[in-house]
């Protein structure tokens, strides 16, 4: 009897023995599995992006901003957004800043990427894609999603000429730290020179924070200095809020006569190109489907697959009254 309840004592230590093995192996494989998931951090780890843009104040800045943030968001990336107000080396840092978070992607909200140079190598160096919103290409940029801008700047400079009947004096409102802006600009001053009795008697930079204000003003001090009826044929506004300003000056001075175009395609626009008053067309950009680019790029990066190219153009659409009737 001793002797068989040693035998039964062992037996359960045994089964005791191996049960714990097993559970200590279990373990094993999986702290194994966790140790896999830490050497990719993308997979199953929440995406970060950081957004930074100097023109955040801009309305079609926001506009774009906010729906790519709802694009991102839907994916259940997490979305920061940092506004410098103009200010580029303020942009700089941000850029830095983000880096140093260790975002998963960086997004250029619009704005020269060439005065971002020192940002756009830390970021190459610590390998985190940068992606650009009608912002423009340097080293750096993995890729920019934008309008054809050249396209918006013919056609908006096309639709001035013809309302004017191809002669008069013509201003420009423009802002040459945005690569896009700037691109409209030099093709509507090539759609001008084609037209010998069309001068360009003023170019104008405009601010940014505070394009309205600011191109009302400049719109002001022009009409004193030409203030004779027909001295001035049309205002050529690279975006539309300078084209807002500029009509709201030409009304109260009673200027009607003055034939403004604009770009962007913004609901105040519309409402002021169907009230019938100085402002007469604006060319709609495809924010939406520019959001929409971007976050698709970012998502394929992080499934591995580099942008095919460095530039992605999608088209706009002009828009007047006599097109909407």
Not at 254 to 264: A, L, N, Q
Request: proline share 5%; charged share 20%; with cysteine.
């Amino acid at each position: 009897m001793p002797r068989v309840k040693t035998r039964g004592s062992l037996f359960g230590l045994l089964i005791w023995t191996v049960s714990i093995a097993l559970t200590l192996v279990g373990c094993g494989q999986g702290g194994q599995d966790a140790g896999s998931a830490q050497s990719t951090p993308s997979s199953g780890e929440t995406k970060r992006i950081a957004v930074v843009t100097p023109y955040m104040a801009n309305a079609t800045t926001k506009l774009v901003i906010d729906l790519f943030v709802q694009e991102a968001e839907a994916k259940g990336w997490e979305v920061s957004v940092t506004d410098t107000a103009g200010d580029f080396n303020k942009l700089v840092s941000a850029i830095q800043d983000a880096v140093a978070q260790r975002v998963d992607a960086i997004v250029l909200g619009m704005g020269d990427p060439g005065q971002m140079t020192k940002g756009l190598e830390e970021a190459q160096k610590a390998n985190i894609p940068v992606f650009g919103i009608d912002a423009g290409v340097a080293p750096g940029v993995l890729a920019n999603v934008t309008s054809d801008n050249t396209a918006l700047g013919t056609m908006s400079a096309e639709d001035l000429v013809e309302r004017i009947g191809g002669k008069g004096n013509v201003i420009m409102f423009t802002h040459d730290p945005h690569p896009g802006v700037n691109a409209r600009a030099r093709a509507a001053e090539d759609v001008f020179a084609k037209y010998p009795e069309i001068k360009v008697i003023e170019k104008k930079h405009i601010n940014v924070p505070g394009p309205v204000d600011n191109a009302r003003k400049i719109t002001q001090d022009l009409l004193t200095a030409y203030p004779q009826q027909g001295s001035i044929a049309g205002i050529w506004a690279a975006w539309d809020e300078p084209a807002l300003g500029a009509t709201q000056a030409l009304e109260a001075a009673g200027r009607t006569e003055v034939v403004v175009v604009g770009v962007d395609g913004t609901d105040f626009a519309k409402a002021e190109i169907d009230k019938g008053g100085p402002f007469k067309s604006t060319v709609e950009q495809d924010w939406p489907g520019i959001a929409k680019k971007t976050a698709e790029l970012i998502e394929a990066y992080f499934r591995g697959q580099r942008p095919d190219q460095q530039v992605y153009t999608l088209p706009g659409k002009l828009i007047t009254a006599e097109a909407s009737q």
